[in-house]
């Protein structure tokens, strides 16, 4: 499982997250002026409904998207931890990461406008 957060405004990160009583690892974290984005992770989640539950060290305006995969190497899920900030005044920020024939990218977003 992957989760992408956005947070806006101030200097708000996550300090924990959980997925039905399972805590999550963080996987990246960067911020830059009024925005940080957040990915976490948790190898083979419990199967059913349950809640991803986001704590913040401060209030501020979150978003999160959960992404669930099957057929996951169970100790290493994740062989890269590369993460880009990219930041444009005027048009589309770019990013480029490295990744091989198979690999799987996982991005996530936040704007500080």
């Keep these: 499982m992957l989760v992408g957060v956005s947070i806006r405004q101030g200097t708000?990160?996550?300090s924990?997250?959980?997925?039905?009583?399972?805590?999550?690892?963080?996987?990246?974290?960067?911020?830059r002026v009024n925005a940080c984005t957040e990915?976490?992770?948790?190898?083979?989640?419990?199967?059913g409904k349950n809640n991803?539950?986001?704590?913040?060290?401060?209030?501020n305006p979150v978003i999160?998207?959960?992404?669930?995969?099957?057929n996951v190497h169970q100790t290493e899920p994740?062989?890269?931890r590369n993460m880009n900030v990219a930041g444009?005044?005027?048009g589309?920020?770019?990013v480029t990461v490295t990744s091989s024939p198979g690999d799987l990218v996982f991005d996530a977003v936040t704007c500080d406008d």
Excluded at 20 to 30: E, Y
Excluded at 64 to 70: C, D, I, L, Y
């Design 12 to 14: 708000a990160v996550v």
């Design 16 to 31: 924990s997250m959980t997925y039905g009583g399972q805590s999550l690892t963080v996987v990246k974290t960067r911020c």
């Design 39 to 47: 990915i976490w992770s948790l190898v083979n989640p419990q199967v």
């Design 52 to 59: 991803v539950t986001i704590n913040l060290s401060a209030s």
């Design 64 to 70: 999160g998207a959960v992404n669930t995969f099957f």
């Design 78 to 80: 994740l062989r890269r």
């Design 88 to 90: 444009a005044s005027t």
């Design 92 to 94: 589309s920020p770019t």
